[in-house]
């Protein structure tokens, strides 16, 4: 319970002063032709901040009570910092700016190289970075066959999750990276059928790819439990 508390403030305080402060620092993309987005300075407003905020205290609370004072609690702490302004980001405009997901590349990596020099769990480490080039391989070649379904930023996203994921298992793994394609299945029908989003319109898979690892976490244990017996 300690550790979801203090995921629940660090992670929603950091949120919310980061969110803003990103938003009015990251460089736009260059668009193609006719193409317009949102941007990201005009989203830095408080209702950014707050939203970000949730979003982060949320799931770092969920974060911290499952893997308590473990060795990857500060890598997934700053992952989850890191995903709530990365899906906030991309559910107001459809992008996943690169200029956020390497640095936290680089965070994630060094923390979970720090927490396994502590922990001895080498084995961990080595399995996060398989899972990491595994994860995007498979979203590089759907985004090579199917580039209206799969952004660039969302095989960069990949490649983020998996890593943290594997890092805690092949179960959570697994559960998180599919949770992620059947929660942007489901509800992507969904709000497709209530004209949320339009059938041509490039859809914001970056925040089901996000909620899915967070259930990854949450579930991934016991659903290799249960699939082992």
């Known amino acids: 319970m300690a550790a979801g508390a203090v995921g629940v403030v660090l992670c929603g305080a950091a949120a919310f002063l980061l969110g803003p402060w990103l938003l009015r620092r990251i460089p736009e993309p260059e668009l193609d032709e006719g193409q317009t ?7 830095a407003r408080r209702r950014a901040a707050w939203w970000c905020a949730g979003l982060a205290a949320v799931s770092g609370g969920l974060i911290g009570w499952r893997l308590g004072f473990s060795a990857a609690l500060v890598a997934w702490l700053v992952l989850v910092v890191s995903g709530s302004v990365l899906g906030y980001i991309d559910a107001r405009t459809r992008y996943l700016p690169s200029a956020i997901i390497w640095p936290t590349y680089l965070v994630v990596g060094v923390a979970l190289v720090v927490g396994a020099a502590v922990a001895g769990e080498w084995g961990s480490l080595r399995r996060a970075a398989i899972a990491g080039v595994v994860g995007f391989g498979v979203f590089y070649l759907l985004w090579w066959l199917i580039p209206r379904g799969v952004g660039f930023g969302d095989v960069r996203l990949s490649g983020l999750l998996s890593m943290a994921l594997g ?7 697994v559960a998180g990276m599919y949770g992620g394609f059947l929660l942007g299945a489901v509800l992507g029908i969904v709000l497709t059928a209530a004209k949320v989003f339009r059938r041509k319109e490039m859809f914001p898979f970056g925040p089901f790819m996000l909620a899915g690892a ?4 949450l579930f991934g244990g016991q659903l290799e439990g249960l699939y082992l017996g």
Do not use: F, H, S, T
């Open 37 to 43: 987005k949102i941007l990201y300075a005009e989203l």
């Open 167 to 173: 890092y805690l298992g092949w179960g959570q793994l």
């Open 214 to 217: 967070v259930a990854g976490v």
